[in-house]
């Protein structure tokens, strides 16, 4: 059972999910407005946010982004009509985990649900180290020489997956598996995402470099 946070300003779709939900046996609990789900997630801790890209006042885009600017690690699955490529690089790179598309079946929103849970089941793990880097997947925490910075869940997992095999090439699709459901992600939205990682690293003074070798995949060293 999973307590989840839906944000979503169609009534018939909230209660529809509510009611979907609730009878899988999730604890779930709803803000129809941006604002509102940001209270909620003062107050209480979820397992995942179900988020609608459009709602009036601040759009799911821009709450994602806020919420990952302030260290939220909590699992985002974004819920909107737009299906078009570019669209869903922005859902993605603006810090969402999952991405469904309107209408979509409710077994592929239990899908992501579960795949999220498991993620975050998978970095329990106290401390990975390699060189002079520290990661606390637990946290979400990574440290150098007494330096730290909150990842998002995507990029502790990913992290993880390349300080985990540090003496190997990570394949693209081994990569892809650990931060993200979606096997169709573009390639240039996990060169973004490697980047904005690549500067997170920086920030704190560390020495690791993420390589990536062309045509084969990507090695931490």
Not at 7 to 31: G, I, N, Q, W, Y
Not at 70 to 86: Q, R, W
Request: aromatic share 6%.
């Amino acid at each position: 059972m999973a307590k989840i946070l839906i944000v979503e300003d169609d009534p018939a779709t909230l209660e529809a999910l509510k009611s979907f939900l609730s009878a899988e046996r999730h604890s779930v609990d709803s803000a129809p407005r941006a604002a509102e789900a940001i209270d909620f997630i003062r107050t209480y801790e979820y397992d995942v946010l179900i988020v609608d890209w459009e709602m009036p006042g601040m759009t799911g885009i821009e709450f994602i982004e806020k919420f990952r600017a302030n260290g939220g690690n909590t699992p985002v699955i974004m819920l909107t009509g737009k299906s078009a490529t570019d669209e869903k690089i922005s859902g993605l790179e603006s810090g969402a985990d999952y991405y469904l598309t309107k209408p979509f079946e409710g077994k592929a929103l239990l899908s992501f649900i579960r795949a999220s849970m498991r993620r975050v089941a998978e970095i329990t793990v106290d401390m990975i180290v390699v060189g002079n880097l520290e990661l606390h997947p637990s946290s979400a925490e990574v440290t150098c020489d007494g330096k730290s910075v909150t990842l998002s869940n995507k990029e502790a997992a990913v992290l993880r997956l390349l300080m985990k095999n540090p003496e190997r090439i990570v394949s693209h699709e081994e990569l892809k598996r650990a931060g993200w459901a979606d096997a169709d992600v573009p390639s240039g939205t996990i060169r973004v995402f490697l980047t904005a990682l690549r500067e997170k690293l920086q920030s704190i003074g560390a020495t690791n470099k993420i390589l990536s070798l062309r045509g084969f995949g990507y090695r931490i060293e």
